[in-house]
């Protein structure tokens, strides 16, 4: 069976500091692994996706998670905040079928000028 | 590319009444999800369908929630009668499909906003 824990249910952090966010998950399967952001009154939108090439995945507006088997840990992180970083992150994992996708509880994360 | 397309964005209806919630998924996709999104429950999966059946219906609260996708490029979650407790933003996505060596992210519509008083 497959979940997905995201072990913070907020981050709050000052612009320009890291970011990280936290993800474990497991799965019975050779799992997928995304992150998602969603801003206040919008849809989610694909940060980033892991499907078994390289463990270290870039994705959009300066954010990278690395996949460690086994630490079955997903964790996303950026080096710099900003801002406009001020949403909700959700963790997915989804079997390779797709058939299974499970989202995580989502993290709130908070920037401080 | 238009993206994920569900009408309407708001919706405000009175109890016992039936509201329908559409979806037009990104062409040349043939999975379609349909998700609804509470402060207490978070995100919960519906149903989804791939090339227009239904593949999942076991998030489906019960029988006054109903789904349909009569063709590629549309969808319907209908719920009758409605209850206040049906108050949520409603998301439909699309993704290129289920394969058995890849997995496809999904594309996030803007979410139906539903006030059911």
């Known amino acids: 069976a497959q979940s997905v824990t995201q072990l913070d249910s907020h981050v709050s952090v000052s612009e320009g500091t890291p970011v990280l966010l936290r993800c474990n998950y497991s799965s019975s399967y050779s799992p997928s692994l995304f992150w998602y952001v969603q801003h206040p009154n919008k849809g989610l939108q694909l940060l980033l996706k892991?499907?078994?090439?390289?463990?270290l995945v870039k994705g959009i507006n300066g954010f990278e998670a690395e996949f460690k088997k086994s630490e079955t840990s997903f964790h996303l992180t950026k080096p710099s905040a900003h801002m406009s970083d001020a949403a909700e992150y959700f963790c997915v994992v989804s079997d390779t079928g797709g058939f299974k996708t499970i989202f995580g509880a989502g993290t709130r994360l908070f920037v401080k000028a | 590319d238009a993206g994920v397309i569900q009408s309407p964005r708001h919706e405000v209806t009175e109890m016992g009444q039936e509201v329908t919630l559409r979806c037009k998924p990104i062409s040349g996709h043939n999975s379609l999800f349909w998700y609804r999104q509470t402060m207490m429950r978070g995100l919960e999966l519906l149903i989804y369908f791939n090339n227009n059946v239904p593949i999942d219906d076991s998030g489906m609260p019960e029988d006054r929630f109903s789904a349909k996708m009569p063709n590629a490029s549309f969808s319907t979650l209908k719920i009758q009668p409605s209850e206040p407790r049906d108050s949520a933003v409603y998301f439909c996505a699309s993704s290129k499909g289920l394969a058995e060596t890849s997995s496809y992210e999904q594309y996030f519509g803007p979410g139906t906003r539903l006030t059911v008083t």
């Open positions: 892991y499907t078994s090439a390289a463990t």
